[in-house]
């Protein structure tokens, strides 16, 4: 499993960044567990998961702590990437929040700065804010979370806006409803799609039809649940992961393709959406 193997996506830049990354969603909230889950980020970045994903929100912080501690000696080496809240992210609240993210990082800029999810703010607003970002060095790329096709189509609308390198969204077997909109959009658009939550927080793992594909394909569920997300075109994965031994579990997903008849038993157990779905969050 090494990091040469890994699959990538491109960004509208062109740059392509690892389809694989880790996310650190409830890491840091835990003295008890803080070595344990240093050590899965830093292996994580050993086995190729270069993109490393947290916010502000997560932990109060604490989140982007415990990352700026695991990525010391080894920053060049990572696609860094935060949120900043709705409630922060009118222009100058979008900057000051940045600002407190690169310190709790230990960093000077930030590869990707995402709006958490739309607020109370024009979207004017907080884009203003990631361009005096950008043009100070503090970003190299901005983007959404938890935005749906309306909303996208509303924002590359402004000035600048189709410079959005990403949108963050919940996909997964379980929630496919971006498949029928803002993920056609997307790829139309030239954003990449980044999915949060692509084992269902471990729930997933619990379908015995996912469990009969794992068996056969002699994987294991979360294996091929993370491996189908990386077969969709312009999709990248970003699963939490707390213990070596489940970034180890989760970077075997890189290796795993599949099959057909894999493909048609997971359609028939997770159906693709029928129409429109209202975009799910969590």
Same mark, same amino acid.
Request: hydrophobic share 45%; with cysteine.
């Given at each position: ?29 835990? !003295? ?74 230990? %960093? ?14 024009? &979207? ?33 609308? &402004? ?44 729930? &997933? ?14 994987? %294991? ?36 393709? &599949? ?11 997770? !159906? ?11």
């Amino acid at each position: 499993m090494s990091a040469e193997s890994a699959r990538t996506i491109a960004l509208p830049s062109g740059e392509e960044i690892a389809a694989l990354g880790q996310g650190t969603w409830y890491l840091g909230e835990d !003295p008890a567990r803080r070595e344990q889950e240093i050590a899965a980020l830093r292996l994580g970045l050993d086995l190729g998961m270069t993109v490393v994903d947290t916010a502000e929100m997560y932990g109060d912080g604490a989140a982007e702590e415990l990352v700026g501690e695991a990525l010391r000696g080894r920053r060049e080496e990572v696609f860094l990437v935060s949120k900043v809240l709705p409630g922060h992210a009118d222009r100058k609240g979008t900057v000051a929040a940045c600002e407190g993210s690169l310190r709790r990082l230990r %960093t000077v800029r930030l590869d990707l700065y995402l709006l958490h999810w739309r607020g109370r703010w024009p &979207l004017e607003e907080t884009l203003a804010g990631f361009t005096d970002l950008m043009e100070a060095g503090k970003i190299r790329y901005w983007g959404v979370s938890n935005l749906d096709v309306a909303d996208m189509v509303e924002l590359t609308a &402004l000035p600048a806006g189709d410079a959005v390198a990403v949108d963050q969204v919940l996909y997964n077997l379980s929630r496919r409803g971006i498949e029928w909109d803002l993920l056609p959009w997307c790829r139309e658009a030239g954003a990449a799609v980044m999915a949060y939550s692509p084992i269902e927080q471990g729930r &997933l793992l619990k379908v015995e039809a996912l469990g009969a594909v794992a068996r056969a394909l002699g994987a %294991t569920p979360a294996q091929v649940a993370l491996a189908w997300v990386l077969e969709q075109q312009g999709v990248a994965a970003i699963p939490r992961s707390g213990s070596p031994d489940h970034v180890r579990e989760n970077r075997g997903a890189v290796d795993l393709h &599949l099959p057909t008849e894999a493909l048609d038993a997971l359609d028939e157990a997770f !159906p693709p959406p029928s129409g429109p779905t209202p975009l799910e969050m969590l």
